[in-house]
Structure formats: structure tokens, C-alpha cells
């Protein structure tokens, strides 16, 4: 028998909680006055069409009719009644997605599956009637008056924006990682060493990563400590039972025959586009560290390197600002099996690409240096497009939008920069559990002729669903790993993340896992009370949310960490995303704004893209 936890005190809050905490009571507040005092409701609530009518009106969203739709079915307003708790964490959860396309523009794998999906085959665990994953009609915005409308969103701005500013990492960050677990950042910053060297008008983004936040060079950059973005207010951690005993019971699969695939027809190559992302971030993988390797950018540094000599060995003295070909597959950078490094491969061969066609404009009027450094930026910018275009809308809903839009001011946040932090670290280990039996396939070539091979290998493969007891047995000892790191760290439960993100708290463990009945008792066994359950097994046990997409587990669904890492980023903001002499006159900024994986993949791979989806299985041949 499993222990349960005992003996739970809490502590004082951290003040970045605080914040979100008070935020998010004041958007309830502002709530419940525009129900009673616009709409002349007493009880204090909204009616899903007044709902609808609101985020329709100038919320700062923008959200289009069939936005709506697909959105608001997320959420349980069965009853036709919106509290301020959930208005709360719908306007969180939409504050936080990536930007959705424009009416003329909606997806067409939604306009493809919609009909498809009316019955949508979601296995165990299953959604409970009225979560987040049931299919809830809205009522037309029509039916309420427009004045209103506009007058109740005028209202609910200011504490809106004020709200999801204050939602998910903190930067710079209230506390780092050191081998003895998580102090403050000014503590352990003031003995961090001072020959940061970094220029703060580089016209070109470093190697390395530092530099974005002047005060605080080092963070963010290659070897920055890990962050914690919520650490935990509560005493529990000496009571848990050990972590080889919360992996075994909900984390691993028995065995490859209890493999959970996925309800979705969605193939490996999702999973290998995840591991690129994961690697290059540095994140989840087998070796743990205070210190991130890596840098906390999407800045292809699994390409490029990290330092000047690995970016020479990866040029290789080529001339026209080239890189070797094909060089930086095989390199050991990620951990992905055949397929992610076919990806690399295909990013190698598109600097390539750039190169040439920024040479060719240019002509002499750049050298060698900038040609390479330009290609680096465009490439690094498409890059970005495949992760707002491909990589994030599918994984949400199953999208693929034809613009990378613009991020809201309240996505960027005040201060620019990003440090990676466990808890991301924890997010993106859970996608482990999408690897099939059988593994990745780490041992065949992804190079040459090859690449394309190993990409339309992995188009024919289904992947596992992210839950509980799904990820592959190989993996049981980074798994205790990670689970000891979190527990050393003073990483925060799921329902202090939740507060962080906005969310609402999970009331019970029925509740937070759909109803699955076997599982709470599993989960009561360990944890005793829904406030104890740790983030990552948290993460592994909720409900997953139905879609066409990849149906993530409810928080991870709703968690705006992923696009924060480029939200924040000061070299993806709007004006050095159009600065010609950053990136390569107007084809290497035309090239930015227009990439999509598809693309890619049929001019560097040599693969054909069929279906609605470069995710869908058998979509590459």
C-alpha cells in the first residue's frame, strides 16, 4: 500500500503568486459588477451569449464567431450560467494561445474534421459530462444588445490585461536553481560571475543566448541556472511517498502492450518537432543539472552551437556565409530518434538556401560574415513561424494558421527575456508518453538521402496519448529523476500552477481527472487531498481536453509557458523581425514571415505533404 501525506501546513506566498492571486480577485470582482450592473443580472452571472458577446467586442482578443465556437466548447457552461471563476480562467486560458487566423483564414483541418467530430472519440480517461472537453453549442452574440456589450468589455479591460499580465514564468525570475535547491535570484546572481560578456547594441543575436535582460545578463543565455517559476507555499515534500513509488503507480506503462495510442490520427513526426523544440531549449532530457546547457531561446543553437568554436566546426570554412552540409545532424545535440534529426537536417539545409538567395541580393554589399549571420536570423525566423503556425496551434486544436499574427502587448510582457524553468521542463518531459513501442528509432541515418526516409517512416506511426501510466518503460529512472529534481527544487503543486496561470483551483481529484474513479483512488492513496498532488504527475492524471488536436491533459492545454519562450524573446519582436539589415534584405524577411514546416519539408526534404496536416499519419511520402 502506498503512504498517504500527512501533516500539510502552508507557508507564506511567494510574490509573484501573490499577484496573480490578487489580479486574478480583481477581474472577479470587475465581473460580477458588469453581471449586475450592465447585464441586470442579480445572481452576479452571465449567460453564455452575453460570454460571447463580450470576448467578441474589443477584449484585446479579437476572437471571430467560429473562434467562439471552438473555444468556449472547451469549458463547461452547460447550465448556461458563467461564474466569475470561470470567466476567469477562459480568459486566461484565451489570453494565453497563441494568435488564431482570421475568418477568411480559418484552419482547413477544422473545416476538413468539424463534421467528423461530433462525437468525439475520446478514450479513458474520459472527459466528465460538462468538462472541459464537452461540446457545448454558444448562442448567436446577436442576441444581446451590442451597446451593452461594448460597454461590459470597456469595463472588464483594464482588469483583464492586468490578469493575464500576471499569469505564468515571472521575469526576471524570484528564484534559481543551485545544487542546493532553489534560493533567491539576487542571492545567488551577486555570486555569479561578472565577465558576462555580452554587447547590449549587437546588431546580431549571440551565439550564447546572454545579454536580453542588461541587469541580469547572464540569465537566459547558455549555463544560466534553471528558474522556478511558482515555488511552492506548501510544506509537504518530507511526507510524499518515494518517487520510484509515484512513477511506478502513475507515470510508466506496465509494459508495451499498455500503450495508449492516440484517438487522433497524428503521427511521429509531432513528437520529433517537440524533441527538436526540447533540445534545443534544454529541456527534458536525461541528464539533470542546476544549469541549463542550452539556451532559454528558440534560437536553433541545436543548429549554430552554443559558442563561437562549436559554430566554426559547424561552418567549416564553407564560403558564402555557408554552413557544412548537413552538419549538424549526428552531432548528439537531440535526443529524438531518426526523425528529429532529419529536421535538423532540414534547418541546415534551409540556412543554405537562405544563404544563396540573401548573397544573390545583396551581391556585395554584405560579406561573407554578415551573409551567414543574416541566414542565421531568417532561418532562426522561420524557425519561429513553424513554432506559432504548426507546432502550437495543432497542439491546442489542431490548427495550422496561415500568418504567424502578431503577440499582444499582455503576451510580451513588460520586460523582455526568458530563463528556462523546471516547471517548462517538467511540461515538455510529459511528451515522452507519445513515443510509440519500439522507440524512436535513434540508430538510422537522417542525412543525405536519408532525411527524407526518416521523416516519411515517422508520418506512418501513431503516437501515444500524454496521460498517466503512458510513458515508455526505458525511461523509469529519468523519470524518479526528474520526479527527486522537482521535490528538491521546491517546485509548486498543480493547483499553485493553476493560481500562477490564471486557472482555477482543482477542487477534487474527480473533478481534476474527468471522474475516473480507479485513478482517484490512486491518486487519494498518494496524495491524500487534490491541494498535495505534485505538478508533473498533476500534469500526467487530469482529464485530457477533447479535440482535432492533441488533446493535452487540461492544464497543459491551457498553459501559456511554450509561448512565452517567444513572446518575450527581444529578437523576435516586430521591428527586427522587418529590419532588412538583421535579416537579409526582403527575401530573408519575406522567408521569416512565410515559412511553414510543409514548405520546408517538401524543398529540404524532398517529401511530398498530403492531407490537411503535415502531422496527420501518412500525410509525407
Same mark, same amino acid.
Not at 552554443?306 to 564560403?319: F, I, M, S
Not at 529519468?478 to 521535490?487: G, I, Q, W
Not at 487531498?529 to 508533473?536: P, R
Given at each position: 500500500e502506498i503512504p498517504r501525506v500527512t501533516g500539510v501546513q502552508t507557508c507564506a506566498l511567494p510574490i509573484s503568486t501573490m499577484a496573480a492571486a490578487a489580479s486574478r480577485i480583481e477581474l472577479a470582482l470587475c465581473f460580477e459588477d458588469v453581471a449586475k450592473n450592465i447585464f441586470g443580472n442579480a445572481d452576479g452571472t452571465m449567460t453564455r451569449a452575453q460570454l460571447a458577446a463580450i470576448l467578441a467586442a474589443d477584449t484585446g482578443l479579437g476572437l471571430q464567431q467560429w473562434e467562439l465556437k471552438m473555444f468556449l466548447a472547451e469549458f463547461d457552461l452547460s447550465d448556461n450560467k458563467v461564474t466569475a471563476d470561470k470567466f476567469c480562467s477562459i480568459y486566461s486560458y484565451l489570453a494565453s494561445r497563441p494568435p488564431t487566423p482570421?475568418? %477568411?483564414?480559418?484552419?482547413?483541418?477544422?473545416?476538413?474534421? +468539424?463534421?467528423?467530430?461530433? &462525437?468525439p472519440a475520446v478514450a479513458a480517461p474520459a472527459a466528465a459530462e460538462g468538462a472541459e472537453g464537452a461540446d457545448t453549442a454558444v448562442p448567436a452574440a446577436q442576441t444581446v444588445d451590442p451597446t451593452l456589450a461594448k460597454k461590459a468589455s470597456e469595463k472588464l479591460a483594464g482588469p483583464a490585461a492586468a490578469a493575464a499580465a500576471s499569469m505564468?514564468?515571472? $521575469?526576471?525570475?524570484?528564484?534559481?536553481?543551485?545544487? =542546493?535547491?532553489? !534560493?533567491p535570484a539576487e542571492k545567488l546572481l551577486a555570486n555569479f560571475p561578472e565577465d558576462v560578456i555580452f554587447d547590449p547594441d549587437a546588431k546580431f543575436r549571440p551565439l550564447d543566448g546572454v545579454g536580453q535582460y542588461p541587469k541580469m545578463p547572464a540569465l537566459g543565455g547558455s549555463n +544560466?541556472? $534553471?528558474? !522556478?517559476?511558482?515555488?511552492?507555499?506548501?510544506?509537504?515534500?518530507?511526507?510524499?511517498p518515494p518517487a520510484r513509488d509515484v512513477v511506478h503507480a502513475l507515470h510508466m506503462r506496465p509494459n508495451d502492450d499498455a500503450f495508449v495510442p492516440h484517438p487522433n490520427d497524428i503521427s511521429l513526426v509531432l513528437l520529433a518537432f517537440g524533441k527538436l523544440i526540447s533540445a534545443d531549449l534544454g529541456l527534458g532530457g536525461d541528464e539533470f543539472s542546476a544549469n541549463n546547457a542550452m539556451s532559454s531561446y528558440l534560437d536553433l543553437q541545436v543548429v549554430y552551437g552554443?559558442?563561437?568554436?562549436?559554430?566554426?566546426?559547424?561552418?567549416?570554412? &564553407?564560403?558564402g556565409g555557408k554552413i557544412l552540409a548537413d552538419a549538424a545532424a549526428a552531432r548528439g545535440r537531440v535526443q529524438g530518434g531518426a526523425a528529429t534529426e532529419a529536421l535538423l537536417t532540414v534547418f541546415s539545409r534551409n540556412h543554405n538556401a537562405l544563404a544563396d538567395a540573401i548573397k544573390s541580393e545583396l551581391k556585395d554589399a554584405?560579406?561573407?560574415?554578415?551573409? $551567414?549571420?543574416?541566414?542565421?536570423?531568417?532561418?532562426?525566423g522561420a524557425y519561429r513561424s513553424v513554432f506559432l503556425k504548426d507546432f502550437l496551434p495543432y497542439l491546442a486544436a489542431g490548427q495550422h494558421t496561415p500568418d504567424a499574427m502578431p503577440i499582444s502587448d499582455v503576451a510580451r510582457g513588460e520586460v523582455r527575456g526568458v530563463n528556462g524553468c523546471v516547471e517548462m521542463d517538467l511540461l515538455m518531459r510529459a511528451f515522452n508518453a507519445m513515443e510509440p513501442p519500439g522507440g524512436l528509432n535513434e540508430n538510422?541515418?537522417?542525412?543525405?538521402?536519408?532525411?527524407?526516409?526518416?521523416?516519411?517512416?515517422?508520418s506512418k506511426k501513431r503516437i501515444g496519448w500524454v496521460t498517466r501510466c503512458n510513458l515508455p518503460g526505458r525511461l523509469h529512472p529519468? &523519470?524518479?529523476?526528474?520526479? %527527486?529534481?522537482?521535490? =528538491?527544487?521546491?517546485?509548486?503543486?498543480?493547483?499553485? $500552477?493553476?493560481?500562477?496561470?490564471?486557472l482555477a483551483a482543482w477542487e477534487s481529484f474527480e473533478e481534476m481527472t474527468g471522474g475516473e474513479t480507479e485513478l482517484c483512488v490512486k491518486l487519494t492513496q498518494?496524495?491524500?487531498?487534490?491541494?498535495?498532488?505534485?505538478?508533473?504527475?498533476?500534469?500526467?492524471?487530469?482529464?485530457?481536453?477533447?479535440?482535432v488536436g492533441a488533446m493535452m491533459p487540461a492544464t497543459a492545454h491551457s498553459c501559456s509557458l511554450p509561448l512565452n519562450v517567444v513572446a518575450a524573446d527581444k529578437w523576435f519582436q516586430d521591428d527586427v523581425l522587418r529590419d532588412e539589415s538583421v535579416m537579409g534584405g526582403a527575401v530573408g524577411v519575406k522567408h521569416a514571415e512565410e515559412a511553414n514546416l510543409a514548405s520546408l519539408l517538401e524543398k529540404h526534404a524532398g517529401v511530398k505533404v498530403g492531407g490537411v496536416s503535415v502531422f496527420e499519419i501518412g500525410a509525407l511520402e
Open positions: 482570421a475568418a %477568411k483564414d480559418a484552419p482547413a483541418v477544422l473545416a476538413a474534421k +468539424a463534421a467528423a467530430t461530433a &462525437e505564468g514564468a515571472v $521575469f526576471p525570475p524570484d528564484f534559481l536553481l543551485d545544487p =542546493a535547491g532553489a !534560493i +544560466a541556472p $534553471f528558474s !522556478i517559476c511558482v515555488k511552492s507555499a506548501r510544506e509537504y515534500l518530507r511526507d510524499l552554443t559558442n563561437a568554436g562549436e559554430c566554426d566546426d559547424v561552418r567549416g570554412g &564553407e564560403p554584405v560579406d561573407d560574415e554578415a551573409v $551567414f549571420q543574416m541566414a542565421r536570423h531568417a532561418n532562426i538510422a541515418e537522417a542525412t543525405g538521402e536519408d532525411c527524407g526516409k526518416s521523416l516519411v517512416d515517422a529519468e &523519470e524518479v529523476a526528474a520526479v %527527486k529534481r522537482a521535490r =528538491a527544487s521546491g517546485v509548486c503543486t498543480l493547483n499553485e $500552477f493553476r493560481a500562477q496561470l490564471g498518494i496524495y491524500g487531498d487534490v491541494d498535495n498532488c505534485e505538478l508533473y504527475t498533476g500534469l500526467l492524471c487530469e482529464y485530457n481536453v477533447g479535440n
